[in-house]
């Protein structure tokens, strides 16, 4: 059984900046994957971010340069660093785990950009 808990989310200012986490139920590194997408309304779920299990980090390219994905084994937890928000940033976002050919996903965290 994989648990992902999402927090952080809520509303900031363009410009502004927010720190998602993501707790796991398991050690971080026994997944293959784990990830942040998002959703906008009306609009299909993208990924943003992702880190293997290596430690390899791949941005969708929007948010190349201002969004960093983490992670803390000891405290098995990924983050989600976003910087430089844009309006267009505004999304409910996703934890998700690639684990033994599954993918998990947590209950998501509103995140609202807006003046």
């Known amino acids: 059984q994989v648990q992902l808990v999402e927090s952080g989310g809520g509303l900031v200012q363009p410009g502004g900046s927010l720190a998602l986490s993501c707790a796991t139920s398991r050690t971080i590194v026994s997944f293959s994957r784990m990830g942040w997408y998002r959703q906008a309304p009306g609009k299909e779920r993208e990924l943003v971010a992702a880190?293997?299990?290596?430690?390899?980090?791949n941005y969708v390219d929007s948010v190349k340069g201002r969004f960093t994905i983490s992670r803390d084994n000891a405290k098995k937890t990924v983050y989600l660093q976003m910087s430089n928000l844009k309006v267009e940033d505004t999304a409910v976002y996703y934890c998700?785990?690639?684990?033994?050919?599954?993918?998990?996903w947590g209950q998501g965290t509103q995140v609202t950009v807006s003046s």
């Open positions: 880190i293997t299990f290596a430690g390899s980090t």
């Open positions: 998700n785990a690639a684990f033994l050919g599954s993918d998990y």
